[in-house]
């Protein structure tokens, strides 16, 4: 017979307790936050009647997530980081908000302070010649009007031909593939890079272990992280998915969507074989100062030696 005691007054006040909203200290919206937490959490467990050993197996795993800093990688590949644009499509429908380029995730693994530069950039530092394929990326930014605005801010980084991220990927030299390109007078940006790879989970780790027993599993297509940000314009956090990957519309992390997908030419010529890539960003206008920034989420940042 199941036994059902989370929503007598006893446990109620219990978990008002341990969330402490008994006392005047602390962060009221944290202990709002905390309270639902452990009520959710004491439904759960009765409704689907959790054994012990399951619970205890969650925390070590919880544990070992933690330890392996795959949490980011968890929530987008349970669809969670996907579900905040979704939410966030919403309220701006709500809003009467819309148009330009649409947003995805961000991801786990921005750095943040590359190198900056006006209109041009190189983003690799050369180690993969031979084995990359170089990559010319270039396009613009508009404003809602559809001008193009001069002086916005391409932040982007993407992985190497293994599929890993410099900082992240101790090989690679600091700021590898990322960089902040400043647009010129046509709201233009242009970048030489190499095709990047797409990358799956390890299959050793946590976020792996998880998907494995989903009966799912943890890869990426090939694709290229922004931020786009202009005063007086809405920060727009985004990616492009490369056409023609397997797992363009199989995305583990669920980033793909309509209106982002980048459709790479390959050329050769005097350079070998060459893929271009053209790709403009529209901005919606900012309500207010706070939407031209982007989130506060925490994020790496590279140490200076």
């Known amino acids: 017979m199941t036994v059902k005691i989370s929503h007598t007054p006893e446990v109620q006040q ?31 467990i009765e409704d689907l009647e959790i054994c012990e050993d399951e619970f205890w197996h969650a925390v070590d795993y919880l544990n070992r997530l933690g330890g392996r800093g795959e949490a980011g990688l968890l929530v987008a590949g349970l669809g969670l980081e996907h579900f905040l644009d979704l939410l966030q499509d919403a309220k701006d429908a709500q809003a009467g908000l819309g148009g330009g380029t649409p947003r995805t995730i961000e991801g786990p693994l921005y750095v943040a302070g590359a190198p900056i530069t006006e209109g041009e950039a190189r983003m690799d530092d050369g180690s993969e010649e031979g084995v990359a394929t170089l ?26 031909t293994r599929g890993t991220y410099s900082f992240f990927d101790q090989s690679q030299s600091a700021y590898n593939l990322r960089r902040r390109i400043i647009t010129d007078a046509d709201g233009r940006y242009r970048a030489r890079s190499i095709v990047p790879s797409g990358y799956g989970c390890d299959p050793q780790g946590p976020t792996q272990e998880c998907l494995d027993l989903l009966g799912r599993h943890g890869q990426r297509p090939a694709h290229i992280h922004f931020f786009i940000s202009a005063p007086g314009h809405r920060h727009l956090t985004t990616q492009i ?13 669920y980033a793909t969507r309509e209106g982002l997908v980048g459709e790479v030419v390959f050329r050769d010529g005097g350079q070998g074989r060459v893929a271009e890539l053209t790709f403009d960003f529209q901005l919606q206008q900012a309500q207010d100062s706070e939407a031209e920034q982007r989130s506060a989420r925490p994020r790496a940042m590279q140490q200076a030696h």
Not at 147 to 154: D, F, I, R
């Open 135 to 160: 990559m010319f990326l270039e396009g613009q930014v508009f404003g809602p009007q559809g001008q193009p605005l001069a002086g916005a801010t391409v932040d982007l980084w993407h992985a190497n």
């Open 14 to 44: 219990f978990f008002e307790e341990a969330a402490g909203l008994h006392n005047d200290n602390g962060s009221p919206r944290l202990k709002r936050i905390v309270q639902r937490v452990l009520q959710d959490a004491a439904r759960l």
């Open 241 to 253: 998915n490369l056409a023609g990957d397997r797992y363009l519309w199989d995305d583990f992390a």
